[in-house]
């Protein structure tokens, strides 16, 4: 792993034993990262889709999140017969998952946890605590990835654009 800062001496010293390992601490960068690129892209999807007024770019940057997924909806898979909103959606549930964790302990290491929403309707899988895993954080970049392709795809569908394979 190359690194762009002496982590010794400028990152790990001051936060002597409240870090995860390296390996751990890049796959959250590298989670939060790419959800961005896809956060982005879906924006400029949006953007090909034909949205005006409070739906150009700098509104919709400025929007939460969640409001992006009906436009996809409405404008993008409706229109294409794609499943992007749902997919951002949960992608968008993972990534608040790791945002909003929790620092913890286990087996002797620093890493985060989370928890299950609470929900009065299924209380059985409500509020269920776990540690965000390597192997999660994989599969959520790998799933990122995946999304970011598919709309590599939309966008030139919007643009009328013919894929040649």
């Not at 499943?83 to 286990?106: K, M, S, W």
């Not at 620093?110 to 299950?116: E, H, N, Y």
């Amino acid at each position: 792993m190359d690194r762009h800062v002496s982590f010794d001496l400028e990152i790990a010293d001051r936060t002597e034993g409240i870090l995860p390992k390296d390996d751990y601490t890049y796959l959250l960068g590298a989670s939060l990262f790419v959800f961005e690129k896809v956060n982005t892209f879906v924006v400029e999807n949006l953007g090909h889709a034909g949205l005006t007024g409070e739906h150009d770019w700098y509104h919709l940057i400025d929007a939460g999140q969640r409001s992006y997924v009906c436009l996809i909806g409405e404008h993008i898979d409706r229109k294409l017969g794609t499943d992007i909103a749902g997919r951002f959606d949960r992608l968008l549930d993972e990534r608040n998952r790791i945002v909003h964790g929790f620092a913890a302990t286990y087996s002797c290491e620093q890493v985060l946890g989370t928890k299950t929403k609470h929900r009065k309707n299924d209380l059985a899988n409500s509020d269920k605590q776990h540690i965000i895993t390597r192997e999660e954080m994989k599969k959520f970049i790998a799933d990122c990835m995946d999304l970011n392709i598919r709309l590599d795809d939309v966008r030139d569908r919007l643009l009328g654009r013919t894929r040649v394979s």
